[in-house]
């Protein structure tokens, strides 16, 4: 009884606190950024501003995340976390290289081959950091299928707006 006299009023403080910080539990990371994802694509809702997905209309095979985390990491530790090797299995990096964004912002590419409960699968991924805060977007679809043009340019649209 004490322990919910005490959680009650903490929970509502820290709600309180986020909302007026604006917090936004929906929101999405590409909030900030010039990103958009290909025209057609419908979007899953934002999960708290750090996570979000967009998938085309006409099936389920390819798919277009982004990623926002609120502190800088390195494109290293990113490859080697247990969440995107969950996802695409036996990750292959075929090819890494920095690249230049939004005229002069420097960006980690990546290309790669690996296997899913889809089959097996392309990701190009771009990584970046702007504004103290890191942001990762990756590309993924089936390895015989072409490329969306949109998809592969909206990975490189990590550009702060002004």
């Known amino acids: 009884m004490k322990l919910s006299k005490r959680v009650v009023p903490a929970f509502w403080c820290a709600v ?13 990371p590409a909030d900030g950024l010039t990103f958009h994802a290909p025209p057609g694509w419908s979007a899953s809702p934002g999960i708290m501003g750090f996570m979000q997905f967009w998938r085309p209309p006409s099936n389920d095979h390819e798919v277009l995340m982004l990623f926002r985390s609120p502190k800088p990491l390195r494109a290293s530790d990113v490859l080697s976390t247990k969440e995107l090797q969950g996802t695409l299995h036996d ?32 990701t190009i991924m771009v990584m970046t950091n702007t504004r103290s805060v890191t942001y990762l977007a990756l590309y993924v679809r089936p390895i015989d299928r072409a490329p969306n043009g949109a998809a592969q340019a909206a990975v490189r649209e990590l550009c702060a707006k002004p």
């Open 91 to 122: 990750m292959t990096v075929e090819r890494r290289t920095t690249i230049q964004i939004c005229g002069n912002q420097a960006a980690s590419y990546f290309e790669g081959r690996g296997h899913s409960a889809k089959g097996d699968e392309k």
């Open 16 to 28: 309180g606190a986020c909302v007026q910080a604006g917090c936004s539990f929906s929101g999405s």
